[in-house]
């Protein structure tokens, strides 16, 4: 009997030894694949830009500052399809350590301005200038790209500043997203 | 069959883009000039610097492998695009490069995206979907030296309970400048994502175009408006170009490159649009408009003539008509009856000597 019950245990745990094993091996990958040499979507933002100062005032003001180039290069496979890209852009509200006040990032606004566009000049971009940038809205679309192609811009932020802002460095964090 | 040629009437460039495009080429030159006298290796790409953009030098992003039964799909070398069955593991090779002049701390992470209003959607950081939930990168955080490469493995691991269906998701490559004052700038690059869940063989794709419309912008500008209707089950990138033919005094104009970055979801009917050049006449004209979605293509045609402001109504577009079948055909029934006829004759010619002999 207890011989019988070692077999018996014996054979469950090889059976769910095989089970284990046989599980990832069902779900391995199915889809056979082949390297390809394909040139790369990048995007290039500068590292850091500063706004400026600004005194406090009563009724609150205006800032308005240059980011620096934003730059998309667009290397991907090429073909008669054509390829498309969108830029996103979204902001942080600026803060400062120990600070109570912020300027909230729908107080930030994001101009596009004049797109240069290199490499393959045909293709079209469309921009779109954000009024907020609390949320992450389309600023750069390109479509119709049909070689290796760049796009620059120098955007321009504006920051309405509310009134009553304690005097200390703000930061936000803007963020540029290619896809 | 190449669907893209050089703009003709109207298509130009203003003079102000072709003024840009000539100093951002001169910009281009002088960089790569520079590159390749510090480098050597840079000269060959100083070459070809008439249409090559300068190397990249931010945060690049590529896909390194794809499936070798979708070695032909133009969708499939940029996105990862793929149809598997519930409980799959799938695994991408990506790349990923720094082209600035410093070393960089790239983060890799899934996101969601989705498919609306056509247009593919992004969402910020982090957020996930069903499909960024099953995806996974490693490693997630890469050091990259000055003009450094590395690769990444993307693996997918789709449940067993994974409803049928075309899910969207984005991977993302992200560099954050330092926190030192103002604005610290974050900069993202993504590979889309289409993968369509279900037994079997892959949904195939397909589209119509149903109509199109002649339209005017508010500022004088002469539009063309196709209407795009998904009658497949997977999402659809659309490219295309459209012609105008048979115009005032047999004027033919374009190709116009079509405007958009749209995905069009599944089921969905999506506007398309193509912008023409002002000085285009009202018409009539023959609109022939091909787009397309990876290797799937669709080319309709309709008469349109272009109203003095606003939109007119859509012309049901239909297939070009094709005259060459209907004519080869016609030469096959003439030579067939011709064939027929010198049989009989023959035969008619024959029999009597056969039935003397």
């Known amino acids: ?179 | 069959m190449p669907m893209f040629r050089w703009p003709r009437l109207g298509a130009e460039l203003s003079g102000s883009e072709h003024r840009l495009t000539r100093l951002a080429l001169r910009i281009v030159v002088g960089t790569l000039v520079v590159i390749s006298a510090v480098a050597p290796g840079a000269a060959e790409i100083a070459s070809a610097a008439g249409a090559t953009p300068a190397p990249s030098d931010g945060i690049g992003l590529r896909l390194v492998e794809i499936p070798v039964n979708a070695a032909d799909d133009p969708r499939a070398q940029k996105y990862i695009v793929d149809h598997v069955a519930p409980g799959t593991l799938i695994h991408r090779t990506i790349e990923v490069s720094n082209g600035s002049d410093s070393s960089a701390h790239i983060s890799l992470y899934p996101g969601a995206a989705s498919v609306q209003d056509g247009a593919f959607l992004a969402t910020e950081g982090h957020t996930p979907n069903e499909l960024s939930s099953w995806t996974s990168i490693t490693p997630a955080e890469i050091d990259l030296a000055r003009a450094g490469a590395q690769t990444a493995t993307v693996t997918i691991a789709v449940p067993a309970d994974a409803a049928p269906g075309e899910q969207y998701a984005l991977i993302w490559a992200e560099a954050r400048s330092s926190a030192d004052a103002g604005v610290v700038a974050v900069n993202r690059v993504g590979i889309r994502v289409y993968l369509s869940i279900g037994s079997g063989a892959a949904p195939a794709a397909d589209f119509t175009v149903d109509s199109l419309a002649a339209a005017r912008a508010d500022n004088g500008q002469p539009m063309v408006i196709a209407s795009v209707h998904n009658t497949g089950g997977r999402a659809l990138d659309l490219s295309g170009t459209l012609e105008l033919l048979a115009g005032p005094g047999g004027l033919s104009a374009g190709p116009f490159p079509v405007n958009l970055n749209t995905t069009v979801a599944v089921g969905d009917t999506e506007p398309v649009t193509v912008e023409l050049a002002t000085e285009i006449p009202n018409g009539p004209w023959m609109a022939t408009i091909t787009l397309g979605s990876g290797l799937l293509e669709r080319t309709v045609e309709a008469s349109i003539t272009f109203p003095r402001s606003g939109t007119a109504a859509a012309v049901p577009a239909h297939e070009p008509i094709v005259i060459w079948p209907y004519l080869t055909l016609a030469g096959f029934i003439l030579v067939g009856a011709t064939v027929l006829l010198l049989v009989r004759r023959q035969r008619r010619l024959v029999y009597p000597v056969v039935k003397f002999a």
């Open chain 1, 1 to 179: 009997m207890k011989l019988k019950m070692r077999i018996l245990l014996a054979t469950m745990s090889v059976a769910a030894l095989t089970v284990g094993l046989a599980l990832p091996a069902s779900a391995a990958d199915t889809t056979t694949t082949l390297a390809i040499e394909n040139g790369t979507l990048s995007i290039t933002v500068p590292n850091a830009a500063y706004m400026g100062s600004q005194p406090n005032t009563v009724g609150g003001s205006v800032v308005t500052a240059s980011l620096g180039q934003v730059t998309v290069s667009d290397a991907r496979p090429m073909n008669s399809a054509g390829a498309s890209w969108t830029v996103n852009a979204s902001a942080t509200g600026f803060v400062a350590s120990g600070q109570s006040t912020t300027i909230p990032a729908s107080a930030i606004g994001y101009t596009v301005g004049t797109v240069t566009k290199v490499g393959s000049p045909s293709y079209i971009v469309t921009t779109t200038n954000l009024s907020s940038m609390a949320t992450a809205a389309a600023v750069v679309a390109a479509s119709s790209v049909y070689s290796s192609s760049s796009a620059a811009w120098n955007p321009t932020i504006t920051i309405k500043v509310p009134s009553g802002m304690s005097a200390a460095t703000y930061t936000s964090m803007i963020t540029h997203s290619v896809f």
